[in-house]
């Protein structure tokens, strides 16, 4: 038998692509499609010989698709109709309609794919876009399997999977957080950030130890990071120089969002998830790097609400709090060396475009159950 086919849709910068080869399975990506010109760019740049139509889902006719006769469909579509911290508008939210159109072209193609492997986020479980999925695959003979996941645990702790003789088309629909180091039931919730923290909502009975913090979530942070199996975030770091300085928190969001910031230093082994707003926006879009490791959170933030703007602002600069640059979010995804993005690339675009991609041994290691 010859490669696996595979049809790369919503390839962004190739997230999905890079954890194909991550999972060694003998592959070809016979196409990509995104809408995003700057994704593409970066697209082009890593996975150059991988032909790439620059068009929305919508704009695929049935007979194109039947024309790529692929074996695969690696998918990971719009995740803002699903997730805590957005409208929750499912089905009715105009950026489901390629994910719907996918669903309704599935059974008409002349050759169904053998393998289909989708990633969304926490939320998308309990949507009606995932009944939507689920009635397709069982319309079309699939079997199927879903995880909730957390790249935490991902590598050790996967389910058995059903004997493949007994599977005519495969499916593994994986919700993933893109945080490298927090789970799902786990995840931190920014206070004020609009964000529902469902089952981690605070208790109205529950004190703040200091920053805003509960003494059963300092408790739980601490738990984290005490995890030997897990590495620490100094693994994936890069080394410090001049350039390092742009990374730094203008003293404008240290004193307006000091409060509402995860703060994580290079010994910790976790973080909270990058979003695409992150190295922009301040509140709820990641964590923050803590370089001075020799300081005590604790004592900085301590009756600091009492001092002048001026005081409080050289209090928290004694943190030395900076910005993970985008290379550092490329390792925590996992994304090799080699991986790059092109030079007109600018940083904004670099933060947006990796907080809308995936970790990529999180997808390698389903793409080796899939197909396994």
Known sequence: MGPVRVLELYSGIGGMHQALRESCISAEVVAAVDVNTVANEVYKHNFPSTPLWAKTIEGITLAELNRLSFDM???????????RIGLQGDVSDPRTNSFLYILDILPRLQRLPKYILLENVKGFETSSARDKLVETLKKCGFKYQ??????????????????????KH???????????????EEEHIEPNSGSDAGSGQRSQKEAFVFK????????????????????????????????????FLPPKALLRYAF???????????STCFTKGYGHYVEGTGSVLQTAEDVQLESVFKSIEMLSEEEKLMK??????????????????????????????????RYRLLGNSLNVHVVAKLISLLTG
Do not use: H, W
């Not at 469909?73 to 997730?83: A, E, G, K, R």
């Not at 080699?338 to 675009?349: A, H, L, R, S, Y």
């Open 73 to 83: 469909i690696l998918m990971s579509p719009p995740c803002q109709p699903f997730t």
């Open 146 to 167: 879903e995880f909730l996941l957390s790249p935490t645990y991902i590598l050790e702790n996967f389910p058995d999977q059903e004997p493949k003789a007994s599977v």
């Open 170 to 184: 495969r499916v593994a629909a994986g919700l993933e957080k893109e945080s490298s180091f927090t789970s799902p």
């Open 212 to 247: 805003l913090e509960t003494a059963k979530e300092m408790e739980r942070k601490r738990n984290q990071d005490s995890d030997l199996s897990i590495q620490m975030l100094k693994d994936f770091l890069e080394e410090d120089g001049e350039e390092m300085s742009q990374y």
């Open 260 to 270: 509402l910031l995860d703060i994580v230093t290079p010994s910790c082994r976790r």
């Open 316 to 349: 928290l600069s004694t943190l030395k709090l900076r910005y993970f640059t985008p290379r550092e979010i490329e390792n925590l995804y996992g994304f090799p060396p080699e991986f790059g993005f092109p030079d007109k690339i600018t940083m904004k675009q």
